[in-house]
């Protein structure tokens, strides 16, 4: 079983940005799916982007389209995500998943996640 560890989280103003980074080990098939998720106490994790390593395809939630992307470094086997135009509302606890078959935007899809950073952006 591979294993994900994110960093990057922290403190932004409205505006900034922020770059969440995901360490695999252990998930080196290219047919794994990537995931970004995000929880705020209280309300079920949502899901911001994702990335299909095979064919780089990607999609985003509507509320961070244009605004956040997910990209990968193969080589070093990370998978990140660029928050630009923070919105108090981005704040909450990010969590990495990876699956090695289904790739959306639905928490229930991936077996396999990180510990979570967490992202504050005050306004």
């Known amino acids: 079983q591979g294993q994900l560890v994110e960093s990057g989280g922290g403190s932004a103003q409205a505006g900034g940005s922020l770059r969440l980074s995901c360490s695999g080990s252990?998930?080196?098939?290219?047919?794994?799916?990537m995931a970004w998720f995000r929880q705020v106490p209280g309300k079920e994790r949502e899901g911001v982007a994702r990335?299909?390593?095979?064919?780089?395809?990607?999609d985003y939630a509507d509320s961070v389209k244009d605004r956040f992307t997910i990209s990968q470094d193969s080589a070093k086997n990370t998978v990140y995500l660029q928050l630009n135009s923070l919105k108090p509302e981005d704040t909450g606890m990010y969590y990495c998943?990876?699956?090695?078959?289904?790739?959306?935007?639905?928490?229930?899809?991936?077996?396999?996640w990180g510990q979570g950073t967490q992202v504050t952006v005050s306004s």
């Open positions: 998943a990876a699956n090695a078959a289904l790739c959306g935007l639905d928490a229930n899809m991936y077996n396999l």
């Open positions: 252990g998930i080196s098939n290219n047919f794994w799916c």
């Open positions: 990335l299909f390593i095979e064919t780089k395809t990607t």
